[in-house]
């Protein structure tokens, strides 16, 4: 229902716009669609793109300009030679078998001629689809000589065929095709496209070289996110290395206010541990009589508050993350929920990941998820699935389970709702402590309906 009133708003949204604008709102919401996503490949299309379309104008203009005109005039001349040799022919009788003008064609114009007498025209072929040669030379006969003709351009690659009619049968004349067509103009497209495929090569190693410090910046940054250890040094250009000392930079200062704030706590933790236990050896010390008896379980229920205050205020920063083996962490789990009474059922892995995190804080994570659905359910189910960049471990119970609106409210830190599980010590703060620890890792910690009938409680870590 979320997305559907989005997608209404939006519509609204544009419809509201002048036309002009609404329409490049949707053609450039579409092409943003279509190009991909990553900075590389953003990077390769500015390098690429441009260098294409020049390299289209160029070809067409070459085409168009340069390729024509010297086939257009190499045609003209052939065509020329042709008609000269057809004028001599008519010109000069005395020259029966054509001996003095199959000479001179050959010898003077590099054309063979052969006199067909009483031949007639080969029915017309079709046309090439494409051939500049073809169009440039029919053009040029019909112009200079005027006459019925037939010619062969793609019949034998390196000759062409030309024919005639005469008054008395069909002129043949044959020439090199080079003499007719720019046969090596093909030559400057070979290299130009060459060039800018060597040049294009060189570009784009040098643009992953400059892309690889950005990823290089990327992966440490949500490595620290995890609460993994990292080892960065910037480089790549002068910006990214600016990028580069300013993450250090903020690294360093997160990691000294955790310093702080855990120095403090310890010192916080100490003066409160002395005077709870004072209180503690002056109520062993006085006439046991059920008001001090009352006392010492206000005093215990006090010290348990604490530690679980000062361990969620904590958290677990000085622990190192490393590759941990989730299905001997998970047997682990089922056995110390099993300590609190409760069936637990076989734990179900699909495969035997190890991930990198940190053991004991994950290990505190998953107990106090377990511990609830130990605390208000008879029988708990742990299973654990690998999914894209990503490994989802769900505790599910047979408890009464939370009502969806609520679901969110059990996460705030001492929130006790009335038909709401919490931690086992009643202090409010299990499952704040447990979305602390995977928000830590990069993950989190989501509720659902469970397939016992109870509650599921997820755990997303990345992988």
Same mark, same amino acid.
């Given at each position: 229902?979320?997305?559907?009133?989005?997608?209404?708003?939006?519509?609204?949204?544009l419809a509201?716009?002048?036309?002009?604008r609404?329409m490049?709102?949707i053609?450039?919401?579409?092409?943003?669609?279509?190009l991909p996503?990553g900075?590389?490949?953003?990077?390769?299309?500015?390098?690429?793109?441009?260098?294409?379309?020049?390299?289209?104008v160029?070809?067409y203009?070459f085409?168009?300009?340069?390729?024509?005109?010297?086939t257009?005039?190499?045609?003209s001349a052939?065509?020329a030679?042709?008609?000269?040799l057809i004028?001599i022919y008519?010109?000069?009788?005395?020259?029966?078998?054509?001996e003095?003008?199959t000479?001179?064609a050959?010898?003077r114009?590099?054309l063979d001629?052969?006199?067909?007498?009483?031949?007639?025209?080969?029915?017309?072929?079709?046309?090439?689809?494409?051939?500049?040669?073809?169009?440039a030379?029919?053009? %040029?006969?019909?112009?200079?000589?005027r006459?019925?003709?037939?010619i062969?351009?793609?019949?034998?690659?390196?000759?062409?065929?030309i024919r005639?009619?005469?008054? /008395?049968?069909?002129?043949?004349?044959t020439?090199?095709?080079s003499m #007719?067509?720019a046969?090596n103009?093909?030559?400057f497209?070979l290299?130009?496209?060459?060039?800018?495929l060597?040049l294009?090569?060189?570009a784009i190693?040098?643009?992953?070289?400059?892309?690889?410090?950005?990823?290089?910046?990327?992966?440490?940054?949500?490595?620290?996110?995890?609460g993994?250890?990292? %080892?960065?040094?910037p480089?790549?250009?002068?910006?990214?290395?600016?990028?580069?000392?300013?993450?250090i930079?903020?690294?360093?200062r997160?990691?000294?206010?955790m310093?702080?704030?855990?120095t403090?706590?310890n010192g916080v933790?100490?003066?409160?541990?002395?005077?709870?236990?004072?209180f503690?050896l002056?109520?062993?010390l006085?006439e046991?009589?059920?008001?001090v008896?009352?006392?010492?379980? /206000?005093?215990d229920?006090?010290?348990?508050?604490?530690?679980?205050y000062l361990a969620?205020?904590?958290?677990d920063?000085?622990?190192?993350?490393?590759p941990?083996?989730?299905?001997?962490?998970?047997?682990?789990?089922?056995?110390?929920?099993?300590?609190?009474? #409760?069936?637990?059922?076989a734990v179900d892995?699909e495969?035997?990941?190890?991930?990198?995190?940190?053991?004991d804080a994950?290990?505190?994570?998953l107990?106090n998820?377990?511990a609830?659905?130990?605390r208000?359910?008879?029988?708990?189910?742990?299973?654990?699935?690998?999914?894209a960049?990503?490994?989802l471990v769900s505790?599910?119970?047979d408890?009464?389970?939370?009502?969806?609106?609520?679901?969110?409210?059990?996460?705030?830190?001492?929130v006790?709702?009335?038909?709401?599980?919490?931690?086992?010590?009643?202090s409010?703060?299990?499952?704040?402590?447990a979305r602390?620890? #995977?928000?830590?890792?990069?993950?989190?910690v989501?509720?659902?309906d469970?397939?016992?009938?109870g509650?599921? #409680?997820?755990?997303r870590?990345?992988a």
């Amino acid at each position: 229902m979320a997305g559907t009133g989005l997608l209404q708003r939006t519509a609204t949204r544009l419809a509201a716009l002048p036309r002009p604008r609404r329409m490049w709102r949707i053609v450039s919401r579409a092409i943003g669609d279509l190009l991909p996503k990553g900075l590389y490949a953003r990077s390769l299309i500015i390098i690429i793109a441009p260098v294409v379309l020049l390299q289209s104008v160029i070809a067409y203009t070459f085409m168009e300009r340069h390729w024509q005109l010297v086939t257009r005039r190499l045609s003209s001349a052939v065509t020329a030679d042709v008609a000269a040799l057809i004028d001599i022919y008519e010109s000069y009788p005395q020259d029966k078998d054509s001996e003095t003008l199959t000479r001179i064609a050959n010898d003077r114009l590099n054309l063979d001629v052969d006199i067909l007498k009483g031949a007639k025209l080969p029915p017309a072929g079709p046309r090439p689809f494409f051939s500049i040669l073809d169009e440039a030379l029919s053009e %040029e006969i019909r112009r200079q000589i005027r006459r019925p003709y037939w010619i062969d351009t793609v019949g034998r690659s390196s000759l062409i065929e030309i024919r005639v009619a005469i008054p /008395d049968g069909v002129m043949r004349v044959t020439a090199r095709r080079s003499m #007719a067509y720019a046969s090596n103009s093909h030559i400057f497209l070979l290299w130009m496209s060459g060039s800018s495929l060597v040049l294009l090569g060189v570009a784009i190693l040098f643009l992953r070289n400059q892309i690889k410090p950005i990823l290089r910046l990327a992966a440490v940054a949500e490595s620290f996110g995890k609460g993994r250890e990292i %080892e960065f040094r910037p480089r790549g250009a002068r910006e990214v290395r600016q990028a580069g000392h300013a993450f250090i930079e903020m690294k360093r200062r997160i990691e000294r206010a955790m310093e702080q704030r855990t120095t403090m706590l310890n010192g916080v933790s100490h003066d409160l541990r002395t005077i709870i236990t004072r209180f503690k050896l002056s109520l062993a010390l006085v006439e046991q009589t059920p008001e001090v008896e009352d006392l010492q379980r /206000d005093v215990d229920e006090m010290s348990r508050m604490l530690e679980a205050y000062l361990a969620f205020a904590r958290g677990d920063s000085g622990e190192v993350a490393v590759p941990t083996d989730m299905r001997a962490l998970l047997e682990d789990l089922r056995t110390d929920v099993e300590r609190l009474g #409760a069936h637990v059922e076989a734990v179900d892995l699909e495969d035997h990941p190890r991930l990198t995190l940190r053991p004991d804080a994950m290990r505190r994570c998953l107990f106090n998820l377990a511990a609830n659905a130990a605390r208000y359910g008879e029988t708990v189910a742990i299973t654990g699935r690998r999914e894209a960049r990503a490994f989802l471990v769900s505790i599910d119970d047979d408890g009464p389970g939370i009502p969806p609106d609520q679901r969110e409210e059990v996460f705030k830190p001492f929130v006790r709702l009335d038909d709401a599980r919490q931690d086992a010590g009643g202090s409010g703060l299990g499952l704040s402590i447990a979305r602390d620890i #995977a928000r830590a890792h990069g993950g989190d910690v989501s509720l659902h309906d469970s397939p016992l009938g109870g509650l599921r #409680a997820t755990v997303r870590i990345p992988a």
